[in-house]
């Protein structure tokens, strides 16, 4: 696609549910990155995807959250259990490679209620 | 810890001024820096980037600086529109395996028509 797709755009959870997000990056792109951005908040790193190198996981707030992606394409990130505080928005950003040279480029973003 | 600090957090002007946004970052060692903009309830335009090599890079009204050694950057807004009001967000890539954008808090600039 032209850009990175995120699905759904919104979603409204009951507190103890599992959800999962989804990332289309940009095709081609080996880098994908997922932040959090809590209301009024700056961004917060989740994890990162590099090609086929183990990814950067050091960011994921607790053993709730997961994520997974298949080759270099698509990612879906996981919340297992969640509570009121996973509410955010979720944005998910894809680069050609993590070098020097290239642009990270951002989705939409997905906004999590739990109630 | 790698930190990326914004300054100010908020910035209102009247139409047609120009304009400074500050960032500064802890660790030099940086692969490359990325200005981003975010209007409400959206995610982020890429605005400008600048690798390491590089001294600053220019995009219609909008020119963005690098200087390492001091870990700032400074992006400069010309002759500003009530369009340009949004969030202004600095990203620092490290690279590398680890490679992850750090970004700072954002300033958030109203253009006042």
């Known amino acids: 696609g032209a850009g990175v797709s995120q699905s759904p755009s919104n979603k409204v959870t009951e507190k103890g549910k599992d959800v999962e997000l989804r990332c289309d990056p940009i095709?081609?792109?080996?880098?994908l990155y997922w932040y959090r951005q809590r209301l009024g908040q700056g961004l917060e790193f989740l994890i990162y995807?590099?090609?086929?190198?183990?990814?950067?996981k050091s960011g994921l707030p607790s053993d709730r959250f997961s994520a997974e992606r298949t080759g270099e394409s698509v990612s879906t990130l996981t919340i297992q259990r969640t509570q009121q505080e996973d509410s955010a928005v979720y944005l998910c950003a894809s680069s050609l490679d993590g070098g020097a040279n290239t642009e990270a480029f951002f989705g939409q973003g997905t906004r999590l209620t739990v109630v | 810890k790698q930190e990326v600090t914004q300054i100010p957090a908020a910035l209102s002007v009247p139409e047609g001024e120009n304009l400074v946004l500050n960032c500064s970052f802890t660790?030099?060692?940086?692969?490359?820096l990325q200005w981003f903009r975010q209007d409400p309830g959206k995610g982020l335009t890429s605005l400008l980037l600048i690798q390491s090599s590089q001294r600053e890079q220019t995009s219609g009204r909008l020119n963005a600086s690098l200087d390492k050694s001091s870990g700032r950057s400074t992006l400069y807004i010309a002759a500003s529109q009530p369009g340009d009001s949004a969030t202004y967000l600095c990203a620092v890539n490290y690279g590398g395996s680890q490679g992850n954008l750090i970004f700072g808090k954002g300033t958030k600039l109203s253009v006042k028509p």
């Open positions: 095709s081609g792109h080996t880098a």
């Open positions: 995807f590099q090609g086929n190198s183990a990814p950067d």
């Open positions: 660790d030099s060692a940086i692969y490359n």
